[in-house]
């Protein structure tokens, strides 16, 4: 029994066109498989790689831009071996099919492209889905300016990173690019005369003049132990991946007010909501309001493919969910159309954002009690906060998506 897969069947940057010939008689078949499809995955510029069974089918999708993309599929024969070979790569239990299971591995393609992979295992009623996360190594980090950042947002978040302490967020849903706007934040940071230390799970960015320390979970050594290491270290700067338990919040924001200059991330709809969130994590309003300096809240768009994007009427729907009574005059609307060079009418993706300042006023009005709504319209009232759905506007306005793309993303 063989099989050749012509995969993908999206449009690819860079793909070969060759197809993966699958022998099932061969036991060296689901490891030739498992590194094309891989390979395929990188090539694309795909961050994620799903494993779905079905009763008669292997569902294969790539997640490119924030979006998920089929694959050809597989005939159901292949799911097991494929699926054991794949957890053999990160080292999991492959005996092991009902508890869910995550691992992780290194893999070098064919061209010398290195990328770290984070895989997760999950049951289903079909069979185990497989989740590989894929993130390229060496990368160098974005400068502020590159992000996307109006002059108004940047200059807010200039002034956060030039303070000697204080606690910096950043807020947004998985995949929105929180950590790369730590990274850029970062550097802008003089690492000659100061030590900066990042805690990551994983280390997602190589960057000069740091020191990177790796969380590891499975032998204790989670955020909130690495920052209390970190902290006998003598650091001037700490990135801490995430802030997601009451000790590492509270260990974040008391370091924030002892010298250090701290930059993390939360998950959180809003950068008023990240203020809310570290009150649910047991951290006295006191010493939010002492440490917080700043949250960045953000969202990645596709960008539309200025090839072959084209003017057209906006919806009635999508206007609405951003405010709009209508078009606005002397405003040209685009959306995806697609062409070869692209991928279903987009090329790469776009930040957009909305900066908390923490000015005085705010300080002395926070209270864990109070209204998060309420703090958010003070916030604005004030020109503290610059709010997430203008800059979709612009972004918008500028022809860099679609309004039915802003529609979709933003909450």
């Keep these: 029994m063989s099989k050749s897969l012509d995969l993908p069947s ?17 036991p060296a078949a ?9 390979e395929r995955a990188i090539e694309a510029g795909a961050s994620d790689l799903h494993i779905e069974p079905y009763p008669e089918r292997v569902r294969l999708r790539i997640r490119v831009d924030g979006w998920l993309y089929e694959l050809d599929p597989l005939p159901r024969w292949m799911h097991g ?71 108004e947002r940047l200059a807010c978040v200039a002034r956060y990173v030039e303070q000697p302490c204080g606690l910096i967020l950043t807020a947004g ?32 960015y190589t960057l000069a003049n740091a020191v990177q320390m790796p969380v590891r ?37 008391r370091s924030a007010t002892t010298g250090h200059l701290v930059l993390s991330s939360v998950h959180t709809n809003s950068a008023a909501e990240s203020v809310f969130r570290l009150f649910e994590l047991g951290v006295p309003e006191y010493l939010v309001a002492t440490a917080l300096t700043g949250v960045v809240s953000q969202r990645l768009v596709r960008r539309l493919c200025r090839r072959c994007r084209v003017e057209a009427e906006p919806s ?43 000015e005085p006023d705010l300080r002395r009005r926070l209270t864990a009690a109070g ?3 309420a703090f958010e319209r003070r916030a604005l009232s004030l020109g503290a906060l610059q709010p ?18 802003v529609a979709r993303v933003l909450p």
Excluded: W
């Excluded at 999950?122 to 590989?132: D, L, P, S």
């Design 30 to 38: 689901m490891i030739s498989l498992q590194e094309r499809l891989i």
């Design 316 to 358: 009635p729907g999508a206007l609405e969910r951003l405010g709009m009574a209508g078009p606005e005059a002397g405003v040209r609307y685009f959306t995806s159309a697609g062409c070869p060079a692209c991928t279903g009418g987009f090329d790469g993706r776009v930040g957009i954002f909305e900066t908390l300042t923490l």
């Design 10 to 26: 999206v449009p690819s940057k860079r793909h070969s066109n060759a197809p993966v010939v699958v022998h099932g008689d061969d």
């Design 388 to 405: 997430l759905r203008s800059s979709a506007i612009a972004a918008v306005r500028a022809g860099e998506t679609s309004l039915e793309e």
């Design 173 to 204: 849903p998985t995949g929105a690019g929180k950590t790369t706007t730590l990274y850029a934040m970062l550097r802008r940071i003089n690492a000659v005369g100061r030590n900066v230390v990042t805690l990551e799970d994983p280390i997602e």
């Design 81 to 151: 071996g494929l699926v054991s070979r794949i957890k053999v790569l990160a080292e999991m239990d492959v005996t092991e099919r009902r508890r869910p299971q995550d691992g992780r591995a290194v893999f070098r393609s064919a061209s010398g492209e290195t990328a770290d992979l984070r895989i997760a295992t999950a049951a289903t009623q079909h069979g185990e889905k497989v989740v590989v996360r894929i993130l390229p190594q060496s990368r160098e980090p974005p400068d502020l300016q590159e992000l996307g950042l109006d002059r």
């Design 217 to 253: 979970r499975a032998i204790g050594f989670d955020f909130a132990a690495a920052l209390r290491a970190v902290l006998r270290q003598d650091p001037d700067v700490i990135l801490v991946g995430e802030i997601r338990d009451e000790e590492t919040a509270r260990i974040a924001v």
């Design 371 to 373: 209204d998060c709504m």
